[in-house]
């Protein structure tokens, strides 16, 4: 048994972890305040008012129904999402073939008729890799959307996917658990828009669990936090970045199965 002290930490570093945690869990609270409490205030009013006195109109009724569905159906992908940011993958990994899972996303894309689209999937030639197919679509999904969103007049959407060779300076810059070290191969695929990017101040906020921009109803603040679970339980490796000419790029790396 060592007999060397306890590791004491720095106080100003502990309690400035401690805002930093009580600051997170403000924005949760907030987060699940906005996404659940607000559809099921809506969910109460209905439901007095179908219960209530008054006679009710086909239309009123149908209105009714309508704001009930959509209050439930809020509750139910705020809920999800919140799952697939903190729960572990339920599901099991198996070995899939990259390009088939890629183009398959591809195809069913429904991009924007305001929008263009760059897709560099080769046919042949990516990586084989171990991951959950449905768990990796969310993952791309949520990144899909975001850069769908970022770009709601006009811009290019790039999807591209590539075997990558890990570089000793890459790995080191990493923060999350992956598989990947120096040397290995990876499969790369890039989401990239041509929207606005992200504001320095918010880039190191986008992961956290309700931090989200855009108008009430619109983001719940909780895709990048279950895209960044879904990758790390996969253990890959998600980076979001400004790009030099504007826009934002996502890269997801994967280990790739056939190491040269
Ligand atoms: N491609 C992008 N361009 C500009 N900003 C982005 C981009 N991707 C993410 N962001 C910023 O990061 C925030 C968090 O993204 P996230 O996907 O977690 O939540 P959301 O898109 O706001 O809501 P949700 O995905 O739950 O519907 C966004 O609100 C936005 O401010
Ligand atoms: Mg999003």
Known sequence: ???????????????????????TLTRISKGIAHEICNPLSQITLAAD??????????????????????ASQRI????????????????????????????GTLSALKLPAHLSLEAEIPTQGLPRIKAN?????IALRHLLDNAIEAMPKAGRLTLRASTRQIGQSQRGSWQQSTS???????LCIEICDSGPGIPTQQLHLIFEPF???????????????????IISLHE?????????????????????????
């Open 1 to 23: 048994m060592s007999d060397a002290a306890p590791e004491q930490g720095n106080p100003r570093d502990d309690s400035l972890r401690e805002l930093a945690v009580a600051d």
């Open 49 to 70: 008012l179908l219960g209530g006195q008054r006679p009710l109109t086909d239309e009123r009724r149908s209105q009714i129904a309508k704001v009930l569905h959509q």
């Open 76 to 103: 139910d992908r705020a809920v999800t999402q919140l799952q697939q940011a903190c729960s572990p993958l339920q599901e099991a990994m198996e070995v899939l073939d990259s390009g088939p899972l890629l183009q």
């Open 133 to 137: 197919a449905k768990y990796l679509g």
């Open 180 to 186: 990947l070290n120096a040397g290995d191969l990876a």
């Open 211 to 229: 931090f989200s921009t855009k108008p009430a109803g619109q983001g719940s603040g909780l895709g990048l936090a279950a895209a960044r679970k």
């Open 236 to 260: 890959g490796q998600l980076d979001i970045a400004n790009l030099p000419q504007g826009g934002v790029c996502a890269t997801i790396l994967l280990k790739a199965l056939n190491q040269a």
